[in-house]
């Protein structure tokens, strides 16, 4: 696939399917061992904490208590800001634990060259709908581009006040950033509670961010913000964190025109095409794993860590007029768009050891064409199968061994269908 850019087919990737096929891929309630997800219409927040099988490297990667942390020692007039910018909802999800065993086998199922999952039912895959609906990220509005450079110094001088690992680097020492927020020391002391842990970070964060508009206000945010992209919305697989985005920044009052939930799911969909090999994904694991709970409920994953969880509810029942974010990205949705995000790498993938390592490409003008669909909303999609049989048919020709991965068994469909439907029916 291109690097940073893919076709979303109305979520189905570029399988043509019939209005019938669309249907058995929509929404569907969770069963009663699936709870622990609240909906951005409760409380405002997308997610709630739920439990996985087992702590991995992919908690430390996403850095989500750091990031929680130095968010609630921000002063009042700064999550103003960054409310304003759209980002509210997004900061205060609240930690999950990684289904490590989830999470590679979704992966093992994703065909880079269609940009899909492949499963015995069919194709599926996380739309922009469901971006805004879990992350409460904006899925609308200026693609996040622009030009890569070969280095990122003196930006990241000016803006961050901070070094770049190399001479040829975007990368910035997480360590670094952290100390910059005050967050030096981020791992757990021996004996110390989460609540106390949390409470520490805060107070120290607390201690050295501004506490009033000006330039050093503006450089906190800016040190911020490269952390959420870099180590969230963006997230790279190493430590350090990318600042290629950093130009996007320079105008704090634009930052909210971008579709950062659009280029979060470009950047998901070019790390799933990374070889099955690597355990993992280096963009943002949350999304596909509530995805996952959410519409394949059969799977019996999302056990609520505490009591009292709020049950997910499906989408046709969200109070959507208390989701703004859903109500702008709407035109997006069900639509045949390019989704794109400027690259981290050239053009042809390249080998670990060129990671961060730019071409200075202008991306407005290199790929002109997917942002010219972008900006014309894509295209209303049209299926050209004429029945489901004719798709299912198609289906088994071409991805029954890769689905079934050398078993005897038929392709049945229908028959997969119908188990997911029982098992989404609420329980007396």
């Known amino acids: 696939m291109r690097q940073g850019a893919c076709r979303l087919t109305s979520g189905k990737a570029t399988a043509p399917l019939s209005p019938l096929r669309r249907r058995r ?31 991995s490297e992919l908690r430390s990667r996403l850095g989500w208590a750091v990031v929680r942390a130095i968010y609630d020692s921000l002063p009042d007039f700064q999550r ?25 086998a979704l992966k093992e199922r994703w065909d880079p060259e269609c940009h899909t999952f492949l499963f015995p039912w069919g194709h599926m895959v996380p739309t922009l709908e469901d971006v805004v609906r879990i992350t409460g990220l904006r899925v609308d509005g200026q693609a996040v581009t622009g030009v890569t450079y070969t280095s990122y110094q003196e930006q990241v001088e000016r803006w961050l006040k901070l070094e770049v690992r190399g001479e040829r680097s975007s990368l910035v020492r997480r360590t670094a950033l952290q100390e910059s927020l005050g967050v030096a020391n981020a791992c757990h002391r021996t004996g110390e509670g989460q609540a106390d842990y949390m409470a520490r970070l805060t107070e120290d964060a607390r201690a050295v961010l501004a506490e009033e508009e000006g330039d050093a206000a503006d450089r906190d945010l800016r040190r911020f913000l490269i952390l959420v992209i870099g180590k969230l919305i963006l997230g790279t697989r190493g430590d350090p964190v990318s600042c290629r985005c950093l130009h996007l920044l320079e105008d704090l009052s634009s930052v909210g025109s971008y579709a950062w939930g659009a280029a979060l799911l470009a950047h998901l969909f ?63 949705f069900g639509r045949d768009i390019w989704l794109h995000c400027f690259n981290t790498r050239p053009w042809e993938r390249p080998g670990r050891s060129f990671r961060g390592i730019q071409q200075v490409t202008d991306w407005t003008v290199r ?35 890769q689905v079934y991965k050398g078993t005897r068994r038929p392709l049945d469909p229908e028959g997969w269908i119908a188990y997911l439907r029982a098992s989404s029916t609420p329980q007396g």
Do not use: C
Request: glycine residues 8%; hydrophobic residues 40%; without cysteine.
């Open 270 to 332: 070019d790390t799933l095409g990374t070889s099955s090999r690597e355990t993992g994904v280096a963009g943002f694991f949350p999304l596909l794993q509530v995805w996952a709970y959410y519409h394949l409920p059969s799977l019996g994953r999302g056990v609520a860590r505490r009591r009292g969880a709020v049950q997910w509810t499906p989408y046709v029942r969200e109070n959507d007029a208390a989701q703004p974010w859903v109500e702008r990205g709407r035109p997006y």
């Open 80 to 104: 103003s800001r960054l409310e304003w910018m759209g980002l509210r909802p997004f900061l205060r999800l609240e930690e999950l634990a990684p289904d490590v065993a989830l999470i590679q």
């Open 367 to 401: 790929v002109w064409e997917q942002l010219d669909d972008w900006a014309q909303r894509g295209k209303e999609v049209v299926s050209e199968a004429t029945s489901d049989e004719d798709y299912f048919r198609a289906y088994a020709r071409r991805y029954g061994a």
């Open 25 to 55: 891929v929509a929404r569907r309630d969770l069963n009663q061992n699936a709870t622990g997800l609240l909906s951005p219409s409760e409380g405002d927040r997308p997610l709630v904490a739920l439990s996985g099988e087992r702590v």
